[in-house]
């Protein structure tokens, strides 16, 4: 397998099943979704914050890759629509699908009760919160408790942000020091923040903590934090039943399973739904 530099394997046997996962022709593929569903007519508009290797990063010729740039990509085949992904900061992320700017929201989001009051989500993958030291955890950070009064760093507005703070009030209620909390636009401006010394920790995703582990610029300190489904971020429900489906057909077809393990990742095993409002 070939690295960049980021230390990220293109995983090139995918390319082969990703392909496959695409009509043969233009005549072999039956339009599903009627373009009044979507933001741009043949087009599955996605929006995705492409920081948080190894599931979604940018490589030295400016590409995207990884775990859900690949999955969009093949449900939109499925589709028989042309994948497009539009790079954005989380925060802006659930505002612009509610106001029509994207189709879906890919790039893992945790799945909760309140976001399934305002938009439709398919669940489809897991993930947890991870909390990343300096090289050679020179602090011995190994559980919560040790991080009681430190600073850490975070990306603002998604699920590692709240579960910090949930964090830091379970230690104030155990009669240890809070944390101090820096938010930043995205997870590589918080970890460099943790590299300039800024701050003594930082909070993120396993599979993004794990390899910032596995290459040795962090220490994964503690993992598995609120474990917790992630899902797709739409605001049609017809649409996103027809994701919902996409996915069940290449689970059916083994891509699924093939992509997830690919990347050392847990399967889904439920159906596919939807769940929203």
């Given at each position: ?226 474990p917790t489904v992630i899902a797709f971020g739409l605001s049609k429900k017809q649409l996103a ?37």
């Open positions: 397998m070939i690295f960049n530099r980021l230390g990220v394997g293109p995983l090139t046997a995918l390319a082969a099943l990703l392909a496959a996962t695409a009509p043969a022709s233009a005549q072999d593929c039956k339009v599903k979704v009627a373009d009044s569903l979507l933001v741009k007519p043949g087009t599955l508009v996605m929006s995705i914050n492409p920081t948080l290797p190894p599931v979604q990063w940018v490589d030295d010729k400016g590409q995207l890759r990884g775990l859900h740039v690949e999955l969009g990509d093949a449900i939109a085949r499925k589709l028989c629509l042309k994948p497009e992904h539009v790079r954005v900061e989380f925060s802006v992320m659930v505002p612009g699908v509610q106001s029509g700017r994207w189709d879906m929201i890919n790039t893992g989001m945790f799945f909760t009760e309140d976001r399934a009051k305002i938009m439709q989500l398919v669940r489809y993958g897991y993930d947890g919160i991870s909390i990343s030291a300096q090289a050679g955890n020179p602090l011995k950070i190994t559980k919560p408790e040790d991080l009681a009064g430190r600073s850490v760093s975070v990306e603002l507005g998604g699920a590692p942000e709240r579960r910090a703070r949930e964090l830091s009030k379970t230690l104030e209620e155990k009669g240890l020091k809070p944390l101090t909390i820096r938010t930043f636009e995205n997870f590589a401006a918080a970890y460099q923040a943790l590299r300039a010394g800024q701050v003594e920790a930082a909070v993120s995703v396993d599979a993004v903590a794990r390899l910032y582990g596995e290459k040795g610029d962090f220490a994964e300190a503690i993992t598995g934090l609120y039943e027809y994701v919902a489906g996409a996915l069940q057909e290449l689970k059916a077809e083994g891509t699924y399973q093939k992509m997830f393990t690919a990347y050392g990742r847990k399967l889904y095993e439920e159906p596919f739904d939807v769940k929203g409002p």
